[in-house]
């Protein structure tokens, strides 16, 4: 399976629900519904059909993938509504923790924050790509909130974005798309701070819990931001994931003792590259 057949998505919202300045916009995990839309009934078109991650033949070339990662409500709100429209299916990777406690994850936090504050360009571009991303991003989920405190001030009492919650996980499985898991906290399963009892509450106990939501199977792993290694995948595995996804293999030569998908990171800058790749007339 090529990469290209393998979209990954994080936030939906309809253009006139956008507001700017937009953090998920710049970085790329927003797309308009009116762009989905669009590349889906190009896809329609041009006889491809949409299958669920476990569903994937490698010999056939005409099917795509499409996949939500972390759980937020607008796909319940926009997403599923146009699946619906069009009669097609796709995976969905919740985080559990912000959708069980029906919080939001730290990086929302620091989105919100970035984007309330007047930067100009370059800093605004550095906070969404650079360093202090980074230091953020590899801080322990538990330990974020005190580094966004400590760096920029109390943290917003307004929270901007919302999670889907159980049952709207579950309204989404039972009209046939599938959930897979993305973990309990979005921690970073490669970071210095992984002990072995995070990677098992990561990987199990997510599955445990979205498959008591759901009453169904969990059978795919979505890597938090794609951090994986060999010893990970071999541990899904054991823990009875039949496929894993991932942004971008580590090593091609690497072995994957299960299917290891590389997805396209689709949003509304790639979305004309995804058609000219793909040949969408
Ligand atoms: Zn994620």
Redesign the pocket.
């Known amino acids: 399976m090529n990469m290209l057949n393998v979209l990954m998505l994080h936030r939906v919202l309809p253009k006139g629900e956008i507001t700017y300045p937009n953090s998920y916009a710049e970085f790329g995990t927003l797309i308009s519904l009116q762009t989905l839309e669009n590349v889906i009934c190009k896809l329609i078109e041009n006889n491809f059909c949409f299958v669920k991650i476990s569903e994937i033949e490698n010999s056939k070339n005409n099917q795509i993938a499409l996949t939500f990662?972390?759980g937020y409500l607008d796909n319940f709100l926009y997403a599923y509504p146009l699946l619906k429209k069009y009669n097609i299916n796709a995976t969905f990777f919740p985080?559990i923790e912000p959708c069980l406690k029906q919080s939001v994850l730290p990086i929302d936090f620091y989105y919100q924050f970035i984007d309330e504050m007047e930067l100009d360009p370059l800093t605004r571009n550095n906070y969404i790509r650079g360093e202090p991303k980074k230091a953020f991003y590899w801080t322990e989920p538990k330990k974020q909130l005190v580094f966004l405190e400590n760096k920029f001030g109390e943290l917003p009492k307004r929270k901007r974005v919302q999670y889907m919650n159980s049952e709207q996980i579950k309204e989404l499985y039972t009209n046939g798309n599938e959930i897979g898991s993305?973990g309990i906290t979005?921690s970073l399963l490669t970071a210095n701070y992984i002990s072995e009892k995070t990677i098992s509450e990561e990987i199990i106990v997510s599955k445990e819990i979205l498959e008591k939501i759901i009453s169904g199977p969990v059978k795919s792993f979505c890597f938090?931001?794609g951090y994986y290694n060999t010893d990970l995948i071999n541990f899904a595995k054991n823990k009875n994931y039949t496929s894993v996804c991932l942004i971008k293999k580590n090593n091609h030569k690497d072995f994957y003792s299960i299917p290891a998908y590389e997805r396209f990171f689709f949003n509304e800058r790639t979305a004309n590259i995804l058609s000219e790749k793909l040949k969408l007339k």
């Open positions: 990662d972390d985080v993305h979005h938090p931001s």
